[in-house]
């Protein structure tokens, strides 16, 4: 008994996230219904002495110290919610639960009161940084109520990933607030990402680099202002040879991506917010794109597509690293706006430069450009859009040169770069003073007596189109 931390769900998540709260020395108990999972957790916990697992729900609920601190690694959607309903008939008041998945952040609110009725607290919890996050410091994103984080803090402190010393965890805010970030942060995730491989395409296809001269491309950058985990597993990638074969694995990887949602959510719920994210949406189309695999190759042999022409190689390596520093910059900036007014929209009151403090390490989307954001909204917490940063618009603008000629050379040549060219096309729209939305103004006005405002002086107008 007087286990510190309990965990529900043994999975390789779990299993992880528990032995690491273990060798911090905190005291865990693990709980799964999988006499395996119980078993693969014993195996790995080897002789370890503070840390137990049982497949049940009493034993495990009776070894924990009150508050008890439980922590769910489960599948987001009902699943979650069966576990709470398996674990609440044996908690007593002030036990916390934690839920540590990509769970949907209007879920997690209904959650937080139904559990607050009942004086449980409850934590959405995002936790990213996959298996290897998880066994050695994730970044984690909790909301909930904030008296009770006092209870997780000092656990999710040390186990979390250390920036230059400081835990990559932060309190957020109520409620869904952790959720949501986390659901941010996966939709930038799937911009990066989506950069990542556009630029890969561009090089591979109008310089023809191998896969070895890939590596080394993405290792070269991985030193530099490009320094982030998805361009240091993208060198990796490359230089991965395939088990079954003697070709190079990434040439054996079917180009249709999977998705589980959360990289949607973001893009919905950005919809719903007004607030635009089309680099984060044009990713979420791609994956989907790329999964209509049949299609494609009809359609392919439909249409001619442009000789691509080859162009010097340096040249494009350099324009290229430019374009994909702007266009991560770009990701960071739509996410990191959809914080900001959701943060309004929701009662989240997040702190930015909290957020991409916990960023900085650990989690999928740590990358060395997120010290200087975080420096930007230290400087002005109150930043609406990191392109109204001072100090980040000489860094864009000496890359955009540059991300005109690569967007430009992708177009002339047919390779779609729709991530990289939506990002161009958002700073160009989202820096314009003046855009031709009036025409559209008059259309509404014209076809559906909608009304418009005018430049010269202030009210609603209305004209009957086409009469003198
Ligand atoms: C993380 C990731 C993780 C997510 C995967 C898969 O931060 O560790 O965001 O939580 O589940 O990246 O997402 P998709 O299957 O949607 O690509």
Redesign the pocket.
């Known amino acids: 008994t007087n286990y510190d931390f309990g965990l529900v769900g043994l999975g390789v998540m779990g299993r992880n996230f528990i032995l690491n709260v273990a060798d911090n020395n905190f005291s865990a108990f693990g709980y799964d219904l999988s006499v395996a999972q119980v078993e693969a957790l014993k195996v790995e916990a080897g002789d370890m002495k503070n840390v137990n697992a049982t497949t049940d729900v009493n034993t495990f609920v009776q070894a924990l110290a009150t508050p008890r601190k439980i922590m769910l690694l489960v599948p987001a959607g009902k699943i979650v919610d069966h576990a709470i309903e398996n674990l609440l008939p044996l908690l007593d008041k002030g036990d916390i639960i934690i839920d540590g998945?990509?769970s949907f952040f209007t879920d997690t609110d209904r959650r937080e009161a139904y559990l607050k009725e009942k004086g449980i607290h409850f934590f959405g919890s995002?936790?990213?940084?996959?298996a290897e996050?998880a066994r050695n410091g994730?970044?984690i994103m909790p909301g909930g109520d904030k008296e009770a984080y006092a209870h997780v803090k000092p656990i999710f402190e040390a186990v979390a990933a250390k920036y230059k010393g400081e835990p990559c965890v932060a309190y957020l805010g109520p409620k869904s607030a952790g959720n949501y970030v986390?659901m941010v942060?996966?939709g930038i995730?799937?911009a990066m990402?989506q950069l990542t491989s556009e630029i890969y395409d561009l090089l591979k296809k109008s310089c023809d680099l191998s896969n070895e001269e890939l590596h080394q491309v993405y290792d070269t950058w991985n030193k530099g202002r490009l320094q982030s985990f998805l361009v240091e597993i993208t060198a990796e990638i490359f230089a991965q040879k395939d088990e079954l074969t003697d070709a190079d694995l990434i040439d054996m990887i079917l180009d249709k991506?999977?998705?589980?949602?959360?990289?949607k959510w973001t893009s919905q719920n950005a919809m719903d917010l007004g607030i635009p994210v089309p680099t984060i949406d044009m990713a979420v189309s791609m994956?989907e794109i790329s999964a209509l695999k049949d299609e494609r190759v009809q359609a392919d042999q439909l249409y001619s597509r442009p000789e691509v022409a080859h162009i010097a190689k340096e040249q494009l390596i350099s324009q290229a690293e430019q374009a994909l520093y702007f266009s991560f910059i770009i990701a960071y900036t739509q996410g990191l706006h959809q914080l900001s007014y959701a943060s309004k929209e929701y009662g989240y009151d997040l702190d930015l430069s909290t957020i991409a403090k916990i960023w900085r390490a650990g989690?999928?989307?740590r990358a060395g450009l997120l010290a200087d954001i975080a420096e930007a909204y230290t400087t002005d917490n109150k930043l609406p859009n990191l392109l109204l940063s001072p100090s980040f618009a000489p860094k864009i603008q000496g890359t955009l040169l540059a991300v005109r000629e690569v967007v430009g050379f992708a177009s002339k040549n047919g390779i779609p770069v729709p991530g990289l060219s939506s990002a161009l096309s958002y700073f160009d729209a989202y820096t314009s003073s003046k855009l031709p939305l009036n025409l559209i103004q008059a259309q509404r006005d014209h076809f559906g007596s909608h009304t418009y405002e005018r430049t010269d002086q202030n009210g609603i107008f209305h004209t009957e189109w086409g009469k003198e």
Do not use: D, F, L, W
């Not at 995002?126 to 996959?130: F, I, K, R």
């Not at 991506?257 to 990289?263: I, L, N, P, R, V």
């Open positions: 998945g990509n995002g936790v990213s940084g996959g996050g994730p970044s986390k942060h996966n995730e799937y990402m991506a999977k998705q589980k949602g959360t990289g994956r989690c999928i989307i």
